[in-house]
């Protein structure tokens, strides 16, 4: 079954139609989804600014990252569930949108670094604590940053393309 | 002149124009705008967090809230021009639509709580900096601004799905 083929199925189910016509459903989702976006948001500008040297460098990157992981971990499952909802009640508009995979990705790839590779720095927090995170570590905390305000421009013109 | 007539004047600007013509613009502008709330709220969460009794990453609360508020109210100023120019694009439909109001007021609301927060139970921060849990006055404020905030995050999601968006 192709793409669109799934989306006019996924279109045509009572959930979907549900989704759509119960008019209070969206607005709120899409509410959460926001708030979820801020916790991220919030909980990787301070880990990432850590990370490129310019925030509370006095405290040990890994207890910085220790700190807001599971909050990001919490609000990216938050995130998955209310976007997979959203994607139910408009399969046309997401499915078979290029920005919403690109923002897929995008997504897939921030949290990636965010769960595994920035995790690694937790392992070995007993070397790194205290000191400064390498110069690479740096560079990539800039390039998270930049990766998550695209994210947020991807979401938003999701609903004009 | 009645608010009426400003509002149609300021309907009028080429710059207001501009916003409505531009297919880019506006989606633009929502960008920036939800962006710039991230910060807000992603900010002042920890911060509120800290006050209620939940630990962020310093044990001193004036250390936290001296390093995170800079960035709190460089986004504030961002989320406030983009959303001055969204109200200008179509001031009429904005002045009329109740979830837009109520949620100035809300903001007013949150603003009048910081400013109460920072003339009292913060001057005397110096006696409960590191406190687990903080005292009962920091505790009701960080509760107060979280509870504010998000009512302000949900209103503003209602303003686009209850917006009259007749532009001429």
């Not at chain 1, 990705?105 to 769960?115: D, E, I, K, N, Q």
């Not at chain 2, 509120?48 to 001296?66: E, N």
Request: aromatic share 10%.
């Amino acid at each position: 079954m192709s793409i669109s083929a799934f989306g006019e199925w996924l279109y045509a189910t009572s959930v979907s139609t549900e989704l759509r016509e119960v008019t209070w459903i969206i607005p709120n989702i899409q509410t959460f989804h926001i708030l979820a976006i801020a916790v991220v948001i919030g909980s990787a500008l301070v880990t990432e600014l850590r990370f490129a040297g310019v925030l509370a460098t006095d405290r040990p990157a890994a207890d910085v990252l220790r700190r807001y992981l599971p909050w990001m971990k919490v609000a990216l499952i938050v995130l998955l569930l209310t976007g997979l909802i959203l994607v139910v009640a408009e399969p046309a508009r997401t499915l078979g949108n290029t920005i919403f995979w690109t923002k897929m990705a995008l997504v897939a790839g921030a949290s990636l670094v965010t769960l595994k590779a920035r995790k690694s720095i937790l392992q070995n927090d007993g070397v790194t604590e205290g000191e400064n995170p390498p110069e690479a570590s740096k560079a990539l905390g800039w390039l998270m940053i930049l990766i998550w305000c695209a994210i947020i421009f991807c979401g938003r013109f999701i609903a004009y393309t | 002149m009645s608010l009426e007539s400003v509002l149609q004047q300021v309907n009028d600007l080429s710059i207001s124009s501009a916003i409505r013509e531009n297919v880019n613009a506006f989606p633009i502008l929502e960008s920036l705008h939800v962006l710039g709330l991230a910060i807000v709220f992603g900010t002042i969460l920890i911060v509120d967090l800290r006050l209620f009794g939940v630990a962020a990453h310093r044990p001193s609360a004036k250390r936290l809230t001296a390093e995170l508020l800079p960035y709190t109210w460089v986004a504030f100023v961002m989320v406030a021009i983009t959303g001055l120019l969204m109200f200008m694009s179509n001031p009429v439909s904005y002045a009329n639509n109740t979830q837009f109001l109520l949620k100035l007021v809300i903001i007013a609301v949150a603003g009048l709580n910081m400013v109460w927060f920072h003339s009292t139970t913060y001057r005397r921060i110096a006696e409960w900096d590191e406190d687990m849990p903080p005292p009962i006055a920091a505790r009701v404020s960080g509760a107060v601004s979280f509870i504010l905030w998000v009512t302000v995050i949900f209103l503003g999601r209602w303003i686009g799905f209850t917006l009259e968006t007749l532009f001429f």
